[in-house]
C-alpha cells in the first residue's frame, strides 16, 4: 500500500521495520524505549544523537538551539508571537493559503498582524508567488515576518528566501522540511509540526536564534518557552519519548539516503513525473505556476468532480490510500513526502492512466 495523506503521512519503510524489532526490547534494555526514563543514560543517548542528526542534515549553525516541542506545528503559531514578539507590538504575516491564514488568526491573539498577499495570477489562470524581491516589510516596527514556504492544501512551494534585514524572518517548513538542503542562517526560526517529513503527529521542531531567545512575554506556557525548553534540552517536562526516538531513526534513514541532497534528488524526480504526467493529460488539471508547484503536495483535478468519488474508491482497491483533496480545494492531492518512493509515484501514474482510458 502506497499512502499518499498530508499528514500524518507514512514513514520510509525501513524505520518502521527496524522500529517493530525493537519495539518490545530496545537495545537489549528488556524494554520498550517508550518505557526508559527520559533522563536515563540510555535514552539521553537516543535524544542527544536525534538532535546532532538533524544538526548534521541541515547543517544548523551552532548559534541555533535546537527544539524538540509538543503541539505540533500548530502549537508554534502561538508560541512564535508570545516568545519573540518582545516589546513590539506587531508583525507580518504572507499569506499564500490556508496554513498561512491559520497562522495569522493565532498571531491575532497577541498582537496586530500585518498581512499581505504575496500571490500573483500568472499565465493561463494558474496561480503564482511573487518574487521575494517583491515582498515588502511593513515597518522598521515589526517584530518579525512570518510565511509559510509550502502550502500543503493549495500545493504551493516558495523556493525564494525572502532578505528581511535585521527584521527576524519565520518559517513554517511543516510539510517540507528535511526535503531538500536549506540555508538555517537566512532565519530566525524554522519549526515544523512532525507528521510530515519528520515522525509522528504531536511532536513539533523548532530551530531557533540564540538572539530571539531572550524575549519570551511572561505569560508565555513554560513548556512554549523557547529558552526554558533550550536551557532543559526539551525535557522541561516529560517529552514525546517515543516520537522523538521515531524522529532520529528517520534522521538516521536520511543520511543513509545521502543526506538533503540526495533526497532533494528524488524528490524532483518524483514530483516531475507526477506533474508532467497530470501536464500531459487533457483529463487531469494542476493549477500552479511551474516555478511554485509544490514538491511534497500535488493536488489535482479529474474532467469532472463528478467522476471524484470513483477515483477514490478504485485508487483505494489498487492500495493507493487517501488521495482526496482537502474539503477547501476539491479535487485530489498526492502527498509525496521523503517516505514515498518512486516506485509509489509511478504507481499512482498506472492508475490515473488506467482511470482516465477508461471514461472514454
Ligand atoms: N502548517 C502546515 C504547513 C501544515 O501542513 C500543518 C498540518 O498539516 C500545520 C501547520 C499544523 O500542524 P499540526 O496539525 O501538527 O498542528
Request: glycine share 8%.
Amino acid at each position: 500500500t502506497y499512502n499518499f495523506c498530508a499528514g500524518p503521512a507514512m514513514l520510509p519503510a525501513a524505520v518502521m521495520e527496524q522500529a517493530q524489532k525493537e519495539f518490545i526490547n530496545w537495545n537489549n534494555t528488556g524494554v520498550s524505549v517508550m518505557e526508559l526514563s527520559h533522563r536515563s543514560k540510555d535514552y539521553m543517548a537516543v535524544a542527544t544523537a536525534a538532535e546532532q542528526d538533524l544538526r548534521d542534515l541541515l547543517a544548523i549553525p551552532d548559534n541555533y538551539k535546537v527544539i524538540f516541542s509538543q503541539g505540533g506545528g500548530r502549537g508554534q503559531f502561538a508560541a512564535v508571537p508570545l516568545n519573540i514578539l518582545g516589546d513590539k507590538n506587531q508583525a507580518d504575516y504572507l499569506l499564500t493559503g490556508q496554513w498561512s491564514k491559520s497562522a495569522v488568526v493565532e498571531g491575532k491573539k497577541y498582537c496586530q498582524v500585518n498581512e499581505s498577499s504575496i500571490l500573483m495570477p500568472s499565465t493561463y489562470g494558474m496561480v503564482a508567488v511573487k518574487p521575494a524581491s517583491q515582498w515588502q516589510v511593513s515597518s522598521k516596527d515589526t517584530a518579525y515576518v512570518h510565511y509559510c514556504p509550502n502550502e500543503t492544501i493549495e500545493g504551493i512551494e516558495i523556493n525564494d528566501i525572502p532578505e528581511t534585514g535585521d527584521i527576524p524572518l519565520v518559517a513554517d517548513m511543516s510539510s517540507n522540511i528535511l526535503s531538500k538542503p536549506l540555508d538555517i542562517s537566512k532565519f530566525g526560526i524554522v519549526y515544523a509540526g512532525a507528521q510530515k517529513n519528520i515522525g509522528p503527529s504531536g511532536l513539533g521542531v523548532v530551530i531557533v536564534r540564540d538572539d530571539l531567545l531572550d524575549k519570551a512575554r511572561q505569560e508565555t506556557p513554560s513548556i512554549f518557552n523557547y529558552k526554558l525548553m533550550a536551557e532543559n534540552d526539551s525535557m522541561f517536562n516529560t517529552p514525546p519519548t517515543y516520537s522523538w526516538y521515531l524522529a532520529g531513526l528517520v534522521f538516521k534513514w536520511l543520511k543513509a539516503q545521502g543526506g538533503l541532497t540526495a533526497i532533494a534528488e528524488i524528490n524532483a524526480e518524483k514530483a516531475k513525473l507526477l506533474y508532467d504526467y497530470v501536464d500531459s493529460s487533457d483529463f487531469y488539471g494542476n493549477n500552479v505556476a511551474a516555478g511554485n508547484r509544490s514538491k511534497m503536495n500535488v493536488p489535482f483535478t479529474l474532467a469532472s468532480s463528478e467522476l471524484d468519488t470513483a477515483f477514490l474508491q478504485q485508487s483505494q482497491e489498487a492500495n493507493l490510500m487517501a488521495l482526496k483533496g482537502h474539503r477547501i480545494v476539491g479535487g485530489m492531492r498526492a502527498s509525496i513526502y521523503n517516505a514515498m518512493p518512486i516506485e509509489g509515484v509511478k504507481a499512482l501514474i498506472g492508475f490515473m492512466e488506467k482511470f482516465e482510458r477508461a471514461q472514454r
